[in-house]
């Protein structure tokens, strides 16, 4: 890399340069440090058509040599003719630089993305530069706020009187312009510290405060509003208490209104079940009322079975024997006992069975249960009757 020195005259500064903002007391001593040690870092230029010189970066050193009254400066000579490459070094050796400003840096990012001469990408620069893709677009985030509040801007982190860091501004970059720049203003002003910003930033952007309470708020200074976002955020809190009382009671009230809802059903089922009951034995108590005065309806005798005997004896001739009773004379006792309860034919005709028109269903029901037991009964017995008439039957054979 060969370093000249070329007449200063020769030189012209480069207007499009990222960086323009120069602090006069930082000018003043990088002069006098020229001044006794000369200029220990070269310039470095381009060559231009008409035989000339343009900047690619060291624009304030040359700025102090040509202050200085010097007559030449010692420079790097770059062949590079591309516009895109020329601008990224000058970014990047601004970068390095003390005193290139947030609002430089952002202006060229936004320029290296719009300017149809260069269009890059944001992850483009990212590469180029060595930079996040997040460091880059909270840079192009600043840029959303007016002049009065980018004369402010300065880089770091510290935070001083009418001064403003990229960290207190970037809270506030997705306010209406009409809260974001006064707002910032006031934060410079009272020195307000990032996280009481934060907070601020909230309660303007919270849908529950009302427009016009907010355009009160911002004649406030930055301690009122923060002692107003901290009563905002106690009744917010205290609303979100309420608020889940107020639930918490109403689901209470609808398990125990379901549960008495429940018992209530409960209730209801067993005095439904305990009248049907009632009902049902008034019912029973018609019926064998019924049954009394209609031989149809009457219960029919326990019949024994053929050669059957009382309860607990033994059957067999020698059970009828001990009653001094024969085995035929048995049988024959029970045929006049069945043919005597018996109704005639007569008894089954219309007149005499129920009116079952007038019967419930229910009645009709039990009805029909009685005379399916009453036929069970006769089938039993006139099979037991058959056996009897068979063995007859054999022996006369």
Sequence with gaps: MD??????????????????????????????????????????VRTTPNGRYK???????????????????????????????????????????????????????????NDPRFSC?????????????????????????????????????EIRKDKLTEEQLLPLKDLPMEYRDTLALTFARDETPVPDIKRIAKLFKDPGVSDGLKSKLLYKSGYELL???????????????????????????????????????????????????????????SAAASSAADPLLAPLPEVPQVAAQSAGEPSGSGAAAKRGQSPVALVEQEIAR???TLPTAAALEGDDLPALDSLRYDQLANLGDDVDRLIAEFEQQLAEWRKVRAAIGTRLS
């Excluded at 000579?77 to 970068?95: F, G, R």
């Excluded at 483009?124 to 980018?150: M, Q, R, T």
């Excluded at 106690?234 to 107020?246: D, G, I, L, P, V």
């Excluded at 918490?248 to 049907?276: F, I, Q, S, T, Y």
Aim: hydrophobic content about 40%; charged content about 30%.
């Design 121 to 157: 990408s944001v992850k483009f620069l990212s590469g180029k530069l060595g930079k996040p893709e997040n460091y880059i677009k909270n840079k192009l985030e600043l840029l959303k706020f007016g002049n009065a509040v980018k004369k402010l801007i300065v880089a770091g982190s």
């Design 338 to 340: 069945l043919l005597g």
């Design 3 to 44: 370093i000249v020195n070329l007449r200063i005259d020769l030189i012209d500064e480069d207007t499009e340069q990222p960086r323009y903002q120069f602090d006069d007391e930082a000018l003043q001593e990088l002069m006098n440090s020229i001044g006794e040690l000369g200029l220990l870092s070269p310039i470095k």
């Design 227 to 285: 002692e107003t976002w901290s009563t905002f955020e106690h009744n917010r809190k205290e609303r979100a208490k309420r608020e889940k009382e107020r639930a918490e009671a109403e689901e209470a009230a609808r398990l125990e209104a379901e549960e008495a809802a429940k018992l209530e059903a409960e209730g209801v089922a067993a005095r439904r079940n305990a009248d049907e009951a009632t009902a049902q034995g008034a019912d029973s108590a």
């Design 55 to 113: 900047i690619i970066y060291g624009n304030r050193r040359f700025k102090a040599c040509t202050m200085l009254g010097l007559a030449t400066i010692p420079c790097i000579v770059s062949s590079v003719t591309d516009e895109t490459e020329i601008y990224l070094e000058q970014i990047a050796e601004n970068l390095t630089r003390e005193g290139f400003s947030p609002i430089e840096e952002a202006e060229a990012f936004h320029k290296m993305l």
